[in-house]
């Protein structure tokens, strides 16, 4: 054996209290008060509510814990499934939703104390947290049995209140019910939903935890049932034994119903488990949510300074320091509800990502063989994802705005700190970027397997010499070659407003008819049939559009020079017609055309076009030549996206009729330095062509090719970012 490994001594019954005691705490001291002012009596049912809501993501986060017992953590399980930028926003949210959560157990059991001593809230809040952050900076931790005690003392404590409070319930004080109405139900239990954050802690420890595949999923579920059950029973107490409204916003709930019931005794119990309970979960939240800047720093996503360990206390200093400062601001400067909406806020988007997570390993190509299982699987995913987001929006203003500052942060963190650092992706890109390719195989298969007689229009819309007027016509007949299609040659003139389209202007000159002689003998060669005709018009472009709906043509191929940045952006006449023409465009860097047996397929980061692999196909065909994929990707790619992309570029071959050359994944592009003719596709939109479309330094060395799809073809923005992200 080499190397240490963790002993898996910590059973069910460990299980069970590991997972009660990370939950029970500030949700039910502290938050009956503030949800009742919210829902009303309905209160009870926003427990039950936000309990099973917490199921989803209870049995996601058992599955993913089985699987890699090893790693712990729901930023772990995020960042592996979800990839980086999720991993980013998880680890941020995840480390200021316990954030808050430690400063609401402080803030919130205070006041507890307070009922026996005479002391100012907020300054001994403020003393309590500074004193646990200097707790965890010297190392001193809790141990199992001290947990345990805790947990014991205070369940003790708890249940008594709820038995020995049961039966001066009054029933009266139930009515009415539904105060707010449904809304002001969603609200409470979107509220109290942090009650439930600490139910997959346990998960953290699964390494250490023996029968995993059994121990973890008992223990968390039967630990949420357990705790359900428990905030029901407490919240039903307080409730209805209290007059209607009298606790409404209390800071100590708890407490006045034990007061009333169980007199000063009881009061005193409920004060004892109330300090000891909030004082472990602010410890305990101190001590988990340094971890996480902590872990996001291994993973280089956060600065490497909050990665170290002190020499002397063997903790991660400055990890905890940045945590205790963010919860110090917090006690001082924040209202306890708006710390509770927003602890409960992260927590909502945290789950939901948890519950994406399993998605993505399910359904991706990583190696993950959980001894547990979700059932229901994906519904019950779904159902989770959904229903935290349904109440995210229920909770105000307040933990929306922030709980989207935290994603937007983090994005920007990402993008312009952990991104340059990072070379790893998560399952579920890859399941995207399989999705994306095969949908691109599936258009290219349909177009390669059109059958139909194609027809090209060659729009001549300036003066061209005839070796460049001859490539034009070449390439079509290309395009169309043993394919029964036909071409069409048309030169289109452009006369001022002002001068009437007679007979004058339309009859046929010298260099019409040299024009008409000069394509006839030229077709002769060509093996295919081929027309030609003049237009005189008083807009090109329009007269260009309106011929090839008139023709019905498939294709129009036009001579076009490579714009600058800014004349893609301001516009150029043959924009027009690309976005206006009722088929494809292919526009022609013209450096000649001669037998092209080395055509180049240019990707532009993302799968290739199937109009343009047509086109690329077609002419190597004619030619027998053969198609060389160019596929630029990012600086090392990770392994998981060389393989699908090597599946992809392999089946994408074998539709091709010719003959088929894959590059490597660089950079550059890669392929051969002497390409006889390049294809890519083109952007059809200035802005979208200004912010995607490459623009080469040196000019190109062949012709070039640059296919734009009909609009039926044409993929969005956000489709096309898309593609570029995931290839």
């Known amino acids: 054996m080499t190397g240490k490994t963790l002993e898996r001594d910590l059973g069910l019954g460990a299980v069970l209290a590991i997972s009660v005691g990370a939950m029970v705490g500030s949700g039910i001291f502290i938050l009956p008060a503030l949800a009742l002012s919210v829902a009303g009596p309905a209160v009870v049912v926003a427990y039950l509510l936000a309990g099973l809501l917490v199921v989803p993501a209870a049995l996601s986060k058992s599955e993913m814990a089985t699987a890699m017992p090893e790693a712990g953590g729901t930023y772990i399980f995020i960042e592996r499934g979800m990839g980086p930028l999720l991993g980013t926003i998880a680890g941020i949210g995840t480390w200021f939703s316990l954030s808050f959560k430690s400063a609401l157990a402080l803030v919130g059991g205070v006041p507890y104390l307070v009922l026996l001593f005479d002391l100012p809230v907020q300054p001994v809040a403020l003393g309590l947290a500074a004193v646990l952050v200097v707790v965890n900076l010297l190392g001193a931790k809790q141990t199992g049995r001290l947990q345990v005690v805790i947990v014991v003392a205070m369940l003790a404590a708890l249940s008594w209140f709820v038995v020995g409070s049961a039966g001066s319930v009054e029933q009266a004080n139930f009515q009415p019910f539904l105060t707010d109405g449904l809304g002001g139900l969603l609200a409470a239990t979107g509220l109290v939903f942090v009650s439930y954050a600490g139910v997959t802690k346990v998960a953290s420890v699964a390494e250490e935890v023996e029968n995993p595949g059994r121990n973890i999923p008992l223990g968390i579920l039967g630990s949420l049932v357990f705790t359900t059950l428990l905030y029901v029973g407490i919240v039903a107490v307080i409730v209805g034994v209290t007059d209607p409204g009298t606790v409404a916003g209390s800071e100590t709930p708890v407490a006045e119903a034990a007061e009333v019931t169980l007199g000063t005794f009881g009061l005193w119990a409920v004060v004892g488990a109330a300090m000891l309970a909030l004082v472990s979960t602010a410890n305990a939240g101190i001590l988990s949510s340094s971890r996480y800047p902590f872990a996001m720093s291994r993973d280089r996503l956060a600065p490497p300074s909050l990665g170290s360990i002190h020499d002397r206390f063997g903790t991660p200093t400055q990890a ?48 993950y063989d959980p001894e547990f299982e979700s059932p229901f699987y994906p519904w019950i995913q779904g159902f989770g994802v959904l229903s935290g987001l349904l109440l995210l929006t229920q909770m105000g203003t307040v933990p929306l705005v922030g709980a989207l500052l935290i994603v937007l942060g983090s994005v920007a963190w990402y993008v312009l ?21 095969r949908d691109a195989l599936d258009a290219t298969e349909a177009v390669v397997a059109d059958d139909g007689a194609p027809e090209v229009l060659v729009a001549l819309t300036r003066q061209h010499s005839t070796d460049r007027e001859a490539a034009l016509v070449r390439l079509a007949a290309d395009l169309v070659r043993g394919r029964g299609g036909r071409v069409e040659v048309v030169r289109f003139e452009e006369v001022p407003d002002q001068a009437p389209l007679d007979e004058t202007a339309t009859a046929q000159s010298s260099s019409d008819l040299a024009f008409e002689s000069r394509i006839a003998a030229l077709a002769a060669d060509l093996d295919v049939p081929v027309e030609t005709g003049e237009i005189v018009s008083h807009d090109t472009k329009h007269a260009v559009v309106n011929h090839a709906a008139d023709r019905s043509v498939d294709t129009v191929v036009a001579e076009h020079e490579r714009l600058r940045l800014r004349s893609r952006v301001v516009g150029d006449p043959i924009d027009w017609v690309v976005r206006h023409a009722p088929c494809d465009v292919v526009l022609v860097e013209n450096r000649g055309y001669d037998t092209p047996r080395t ?127 995931v290839f």
């Open 599 to 725: 055509v180049v397929l240019e990707s532009d980061d993302g799968p290739f076009d199937p109009g343009t692999v047509g086109v690329a196909d077609a002419i190597a065909g004619a030619n027998g030549g053969q198609v060389v994929f160019r596929f630029g990707a990012t600086a090392d790619p990770p392994e998981r996206a060389v393989g699908t992309l090597t599946a992809y570029q392999e089946e994408l071959a074998a539709l091709c009729s010719s003959p088929v050359v894959a590059t490597p994944f660089r950079t550059d592009g890669g392929g051969p330095a002497a390409p006889d003719i390049v294809v890519r596709r083109g952007v059809d939109h200035r802005l979208r062509g200004a912010l995607f479309d490459r623009d080469p330094a040196s000019p190109p060395v062949c012709t070039e090719l640059t296919v734009f799809p009909h609009e039926s073809r044409r993929p969005g923005v956000v489709k096309r970012l898309l593609e570029r992200v």
């Open 320 to 367: 905890i320091t940045v945590t205790g400062v963010v919860m110090l601001a917090l006690i001082a400067f924040v209202p306890i509800l708006d710390i509770a909406k927003l602890a409960s806020a992260f927590q909502l988007l945290v789950f939901v990502l948890v519950n994406a997570a399993v998605v993505a390993f399910r359904e991706g190509s990583a190696t």
């Open 417 to 437: 700190y952990a991104r340059p650092r990072v070379h790893r992706e998560g399952a579920a890109t890859d399941i995207v970027r399989r999705k994306v390719g």
